[in-house]
């Protein structure tokens, strides 16, 4: 069986016992969700890392919308770009890229401590590429060489089409993070992508240790049905299908398939718990986080629930590797009339339509702020 050192990613020796810092001695790395150039700049980000056990960071076009809509600290590279011919989504992407290259300078002492495991940041590829693999693979391969810093991650979609573009881009050596899983299914067909370009690499004598994780969506679950189901049943969708994922990642790491991998130096692909939010007022702030703590997963937790985990968070017990209750509860859900399997595929085709919104808000936001600054001195 393949064994969890709970030890190994206790990265933050000197660190007071807070929550997140026993999360991170259970062998859970934490992310931030979120990025700024004020995050970057006025020390909050360093800060997180030295006393709250964050080791790694994700983006997506929501979080740079928002950051770039409600702030001026954008505007002077904004201008500039512009000013040089630079429009939409080429602007952004060098825009994004200072922010990306300056979270990932700060994490990489912990990429080195950690030997590559550890201290990630990721950035996506356009999500109007979601069902175009060679488009995919090209803007991930090109992503990541304009970045020049091996701490990052590309995000490509776990759609029918990302797949073939996370096998070949693990096979050029692309350290992806795979977005938009949505089930046991979804992340389990994401690794399959993942190992067979490790695979490959194996049989073509490169090195296969490329880093990834794998993006397995909560929340939007319980979200999506708190109007179908009885009250008994809110915010409990998310955290069995989190627990079905953890068995069958647990399963793929112990199968012989996967330890031919690793005895060949490959890294495994990362179980990663996104969208850990909670958007229930009526429940904890820091439910999914206590619910998912489990050894070799990676949380990427929102800014306001990271700082509440760590003001009033406690950690349980980790989850376990047979899923736990997580089938007899899926199957109340099953009984209250949702089918878990068309509303998997529904949320994925939601959640790409969603960051596509996301996207052109942010492409708007982009062309007024250069317009806007043009003329101005």
């Not at 206790?10 to 992310?31: H, I, K, P, V």
């Not at 979120?34 to 360093?46: A, K, M």
């Not at 060679?134 to 091996?150: F, I, N």
């Not at 130096?265 to 820091?286: E, F, H, I, Y």
């Amino acid at each position: 069986m393949f064994e969890i050192d709970s030890t190994y990613n206790d990265c933050f020796e000197g660190n007071t016992m807070t929550a997140t810092r026993e999360l991170n001695n259970l062998g859970q790395s934490l992310w931030l969700d979120n990025i700024t150039r004020d995050l970057l700049s006025n020390g909050t980000l360093q800060r997180y890392i030295d006393e709250l056990s964050v080791t790694g960071l994700t983006s997506n076009p929501t979080i740079f919308h928002q950051a770039i809509d409600n702030s001026q600290s954008y505007d002077s590279a904004i201008q500039t770009k512009f000013k040089e011919g630079e429009r939409g989504e080429q602007l952004f992407f060098e825009v994004a890229l200072e922010d990306i290259t300056g979270a990932a300078d700060l994490f990489r002492p912990v990429w080195d401590k950690t030997d590559g495991v550890d201290g990630w940041v990721s950035l996506e590829v356009s999500p109007l590429l979601a069902y175009d693999t060679e488009s995919t693979l090209a803007a991930a391969k090109d992503l990541h060489a304009r970045a020049g810093r091996p701490n990052v991650l590309i995000k490509i979609p776990g759609t029918q089409e990302g797949l073939p573009a996370i096998e070949e881009a693990t096979f050029a050596g692309i350290p992806v993070n795979v977005t938009l899983l949505f089930s046991s299914e979804h992340f389990v067909a994401a690794a399959e992508a993942f190992l067979r370009g490790v695979e490959r690499r194996i049989e073509a004598g490169l090195n296969p240790a490329v880093g990834s994780v794998a993006s397995l969506f909560i929340s939007r679950w319980d979200r999506a049905v708190v109007d179908k189901v009885p009250e008994a049943l809110h915010n409990r969708l998310g955290i069995a299908i989190g627990q079905r994922a953890y068995k069958a990642y647990r399963d793929l790491l112990n199968s012989a398939r996967w330890q031919r991998a690793l005895n060949c130096g490959a890294r495994p692909q990362r179980l990663l718990w996104a969208s850990t939010g909670m958007k229930d007022p009526n429940a904890s702030d820091v439910l999914y986080i206590k619910s998912l703590a489990s050894p070799f997963t990676v949380n990427t937790i929102p800014e306001k629930t990271l700082n509440a985990f760590a003001d009033h968070g406690e950690v349980g017990g980790a989850l376990s590797a047979d899923g736990g209750d997580c089938e007899a509860v899926l199957t109340e859900f099953e009984n209250a009339g949702v089918d878990i399997q068309a509303l998997a595929a529904q949320l994925q085709k939601d959640g790409a339509e969603s960051f596509v919104q996301s996207w052109n808000d942010l492409m708007e936001v982009i062309t007024a702020k250069s317009e806007s600054l043009a003329n101005v001195d």
